[in-house]
């Protein structure tokens, strides 16, 4: 006899339809093989006693949870969000600064062009438009000299060597002492590099001391925001690899021309609110609710308590302990305590004129690793410039900065010391006001070995999901590495939803490796 189709399930047939539709498109949709059936038997098995009409409860709202909202969201399964401060965002977010009377970054951000499922986020939720592309990168030599670092028309990996022989501050032994160990880090990587710093590798490689500290270290430390002494040599790989030399676009640099709270703010809500995803901030969840050894929901500070048919933890590294404290619970978060962080410092200041018209700069040889013209970078593309005429913004970017940051007078100094030494007008400025931001847990450390502390997406625990730069997604802790996380835990969630064998695909592809450069360094 035929049932009358309700709400509820017409809103079920179209999120079966909107799945189907993408699984049909999706790249990855390749016959089961033997595991992944036993698996998919085991997690249905898991999933039977869930509801699934019942909203997947994502706590965190940084850009690991607001990813796993939007995928989810965007395949019609219902979500709730909950984050536990007022805006979301999490580390990359603003505050009011009452000294400047602004609402200024807590650091300036910047993703690349190798970035593909952060842009992919970016198109999706609307605010795509809010960046500029820098194709030009501006690079100050210890003398104060500017090269400009530029694609030529040669095919990658070959694509930046011009601009690379143009960096006047590197002697010819210098260059030639990187161009082989760029061909060397390029190439696969044997089992001799587990626990060698990159330093050491650079060593063993036989960089120079000034290729170490003007080339590598540039590079490196603010890539990945960590001290050449501790990072592990696999990301220090990953970081030319995705970046430099297997495409002609991925190094370039994608700038916020907003502050991180609006890129986040209005556009985004309205997105999901578009799509029924509920978003609660200032909701502080204290406990995982178990059932057996499923976890079936949510308490909140409050005491109230919330269902969810899974629940996708996307808080940062530091905090997931205090979630998951009984056990099975304890097991989940157990490898993820020895991971350790690393600080990022911004110098931010304000002068009372133009002190450079560069948007930006990369300093070499310098305390002050970047700087960014916040009055141009907002004043072009046409949007209102941060601050009235009679201030001109700028932000200077210390990653590592443990051995800077203890003193943020002394750093100001410092760093006012170094720009003035580059751009002498500094010197007859005035400078209105300035403030220091550090932050001491800003990344996870890339410290060798650290790839074994991240676990995946899916937990051993029924029901429970993780998300966070942290988990297992090869990238180092950056916006993209979040967005790559919360886009794998949807589709584990998926993936479990789902009773026939073909997952949905949210993962965007990387940018394609260039024929010469999969020839010259193996890459697949
Ligand atoms: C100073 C600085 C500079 C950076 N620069 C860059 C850069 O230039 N480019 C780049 O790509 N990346 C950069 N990063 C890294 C980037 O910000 C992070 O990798 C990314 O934002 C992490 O997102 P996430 O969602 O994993 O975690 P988070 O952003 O930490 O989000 C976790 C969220 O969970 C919330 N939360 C915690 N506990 C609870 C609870 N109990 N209940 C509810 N909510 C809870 C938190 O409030 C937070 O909003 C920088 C980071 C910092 C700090």
Not at 242 to 247: H, P, V
Not at 295 to 321: C, E, Q
Request: hydrophobic residues 40%; neutral net charge; aromatic residues 6%.
């Amino acid at each position: 006899m035929d049932r009358p189709i309700t709400a509820d399930g017409l809103h079920s047939l179209h999120r079966r339809i909107a799945i189907a539709a993408t699984a049909i498109a999706s790249a990855r949709h390749t016959a089961p093989s033997d595991s992944d059936r036993s698996r998919k038997a085991l997690t249905t098995e898991n999933q039977e006693s869930s509801d699934q009409r019942l909203p997947v409860i994502i706590v965190g709202g940084g850009l690991a949870g607001m990813a796993t909202a939007e995928g989810l969201s965007r395949l019609g399964v219902p979500v709730l969000l909950l984050e536990s401060r007022g805006r979301l965002g999490g580390r990359a977010s603003s505050f009011d600064d009452p000294a400047s009377g602004m609402q200024i970054d807590n650091c300036q951000h910047v993703s690349m062009g190798c970035c593909t499922n952060f842009r992919n986020f970016c198109e999706q939720t609307g605010i795509a438009d809010h960046f500029r592309v820098e194709k030009c990168l501006n690079f100050v030599g210890p003398n104060g000299r500017v090269a400009r670092f530029k694609a030529s028309n040669l095919p990658a990996p070959f694509h930046l060597t011009p601009a690379f022989l143009r960096l006047q501050y590197l002697s010819f032994a210098d260059r030639r002492s990187i161009a082989r160990g760029l061909h060397a880090l390029a190439r696969p990587l044997g089992p001799d590099r587990r626990n060698e710093t990159l330093l050491d590798w650079l060593r063993r490689h036989q960089q120079t001391d000034v290729a170490i500290d003007r080339f590598w270290h540039v590079v490196l430390v603010s890539a990945l925001s960590e001290s050449l002494d501790r990072i592990d040599v696999a990301y220090g790989r990953k970081v030319f690899v995705d970046g430099f030399l297997a495409n002609r676009t991925g190094w370039q640099v994608e700038i916020p021309t907003v502050p991180l709270d609006d890129l986040y703010g209005e556009s985004l809500l309205t997105c999901f609110d578009s799509r029924r995803a509920e978003i609660r901030t200032k909701t502080n969840v204290t406990a995982l609710r178990t059932e057996g050894d499923r976890v079936t929901g949510v308490t909140l500070r409050d005491g109230t308590t919330i269902d969810a048919s899974a629940v996708v933890l996307a808080v940062p590294h530091h905090r997931v302990d205090s979630l998951l404290t009984e056990p099975p619970l304890a097991e989940v978060g157990q490898s993820i305590q020895e991971l350790e962080s690393a600080p990022i410092s911004s110098v931010h200041l304000w002068f009372d004129r133009e002190i450079t018209d560069l948007p930006h700069a990369v300093l070499i040889d310098r305390v002050s690793q970047w700087m960014f013209n916040r009055t141009q970078i907002a004043s072009r593309n046409g949007q209102a410039a941060p601050t009235d005429e009679s201030r001109f913004y700028y932000q200077i970017v210390i990653s590592a900065s443990r051995d800077v940051a203890g003193n943020h007078d002394e750093l100001t100094r410092l760093v006012v010391e170094e720009l003035s030494d580059i751009w002498p007008q500094v010197r007859s400025a005035k400078l209105l006001v300035s403030r220091v931001v550090t932050e001491r847990r800003a990344v996870f450390s890339v410290t060798p070995g650290s790839d074994r502390l991240r676990p995946p997406q899916r937990t051993s625990v029924p029901g429970l999901y993780l998300a966070g730069d942290w988990t297992a997604t090869g990238w180092p802790a950056t916006m993209e590495g979040a967005v790559r996380s919360g886009y794998l835990a949807a589709e584990e969630i998926l993936s479990d939803r789902d009773e026939s064998d073909a997952a949905p695909k949210l993962l965007a592809d990387d940018l394609p490796t260039a024929l010469l450069s999969r020839w010259l360094f193996r890459l697949p």
